[in-house]
């Protein structure tokens, strides 16, 4: 039996029946991940494994902590007060985000923490404006992935000692500039396609708006040191969301039973349970199968297109800097070798850069992150969370696919002989 075909087949009807049906796919998938696991051999361990502890924790203190936001009223106001003082220039938003996000990320913190704390920030604004979060989260999670291979941020650090060990190196400083210039390419077209640029601000004005609350008050102050305590100590966000979380129950700024009923549990079980059937796709080698059939075709022209896509559809399924980097950084010497033609920084930035565009993805980090915000401040039906799953993924998709575009055309190339 090909059971990484099957886990394949299996992925794709759990997520059309889910649409066809209204159900859950994260209930689906975990439906479908029991029997095959164990038709394949697989323990019941082995299938819980899938069960990512560290993304639930994540998106639970995360949401836990803008829920408490959100009950009191803080985050619209905050919202309301940022869009006032744009004014009409509310297409400037995005474009803000993008690079404060990959500011914040390149100074140190790194991909991740950033993405966590800015992505719930850019939906909250999505909510104000009653836009769909489709184009503002992913061009924040592109901001932070841009910003986070900086030789001194996390990322950043493993694909740099990745790198080394293959003998590549002098490159550090074009690899760190060039992550910003592809993120930005597929954020500026993502811009447009999501009429970015046709963003309308409020007519209210900054001294019309209530001043905050003493509870909202304890409740910015709350978020503030939580971002210090991620920013400076790099602590599990989903960790310091609860330590902070708490101290705010216990100053009673905003009742314990709303707060923990706004939590969007429903977009949680769909997140990491699409990541139990995931995980066996990968278990199982269908991910491998897939990314062996690509590589069929690969020639000096088609190598790093080919490799950028690799990237994106496993970095789809499973972790960029835990998963992708180390497992395809390490075959690029061997690649060099078997094509003749390329070069190490081409192949290096479509592992990197293919792989962190398909981070809007809703099944990775940014993405889960953006869908869960979005539920718990818009309370959407479960029809309306699975459209804005499979709406979310399909950006992710064409994302990877511009990415591979500007792979195909030889901007990798461009970029590394313009800096070097």
């Not at 989903?238 to 216990?250: D, E, K, M, R, S």
Request: proline share 4%.
């Amino acid at each position: 039996m090909n059971w990484g075909l099957i886990s394949l087949i299996a992925l794709v009807v759990a997520i059309a029946l889910g649409f066809l049906r209204k159900l859950n796919v994260g209930l689906l998938a975990i439906a479908f991940a029991v029997p095959l696991g164990k038709l394949a051999g697989m323990t019941d361990g082995a299938i819980i494994g899938g069960w990512s502890t560290s993304l639930c924790l994540m998106l639970l203190g995360v949401t836990f902590i803008f829920s408490i936001a959100q009950t009191n009223g803080t985050i619209e106001l905050f919202a309301r007060k940022v869009l006032s003082l744009t004014g009409k220039r509310a297409w400037m938003i995005p474009i803000v985000i993008f690079f404060l996000s990959a500011f914040l990320a390149a100074v140190g913190p790194g991909t991740v923490p950033v993405m966590t704390l800015m992505v719930p920030l850019a939906v909250a604004l999505a909510v104000e404006m009653d836009i769909s979060p489709v184009m503002i989260a992913p061009i924040t999670v592109l901001g932070s992935a841009g910003g986070g291979l900086t030789p001194i941020a996390p990322t950043g650090i493993i694909g740099l000692t990745l790198m080394q060990q293959q003998g590549f190196t002098g490159i550090e400083a074009n690899y760190a500039v060039t992550s910003v210039l592809a993120e930005l390419f597929v954020a500026v077209i993502l811009y447009f396609a999501f009429g970015g640029h046709k963003l309308r601000g409020s007519k209210e004005s900054a001294e019309v708006l209530p001043a905050y609350n003493q509870n909202q008050k304890l409740t910015m102050l709350g978020m503030a040191i939580m971002i210090a305590l991620v920013l400076a100590t790099r602590v599990n966000v989903g960790l310091a969301a609860f330590a902070v979380g708490v101290v705010l129950l216990a100053l009673r700024v905003v009742d314990e039973r709303t707060a923990i009923k706004n939590i969007p549990l429903g977009t949680i079980v769909l997140v990491c349970g699409v990541g139990v059937l995931m995980n066996l796709a990968i278990k199982l080698k269908g991910i491998e199968l897939l990314t062996k059939t690509m590589a069929t075709f690969m020639t000096e022209d088609t190598a790093t297109p080919i490799l950028t896509a690799m990237s994106g559809i496993m970095s789809w399924f499973s972790s960029t800097s835990g998963v992708v980097m180390p497992t395809l950084i390490p075959t690029i010497s061997g690649l060099l070798k078997e094509i003749p033609g390329t070069t190490s920084f081409e192949l290096l930035s479509a592992v990197t850069f293919g792989a962190h565009t398909a981070g809007i993805s809703p099944a990775s980090t940014g993405g889960s992150l953006a869908l869960a915000a979005y539920s718990a401040m818009k309370g959407i039906t479960p029809e309306a969370q699975n459209k804005l799953f499979m709406q979310m993924f399909l950006t992710a998709v064409g994302g990877v696919a511009l990415v591979t575009v500007f792979a195909a055309i030889g901007g990798f190339t461009w970029a590394g002989l313009f800096l070097s």
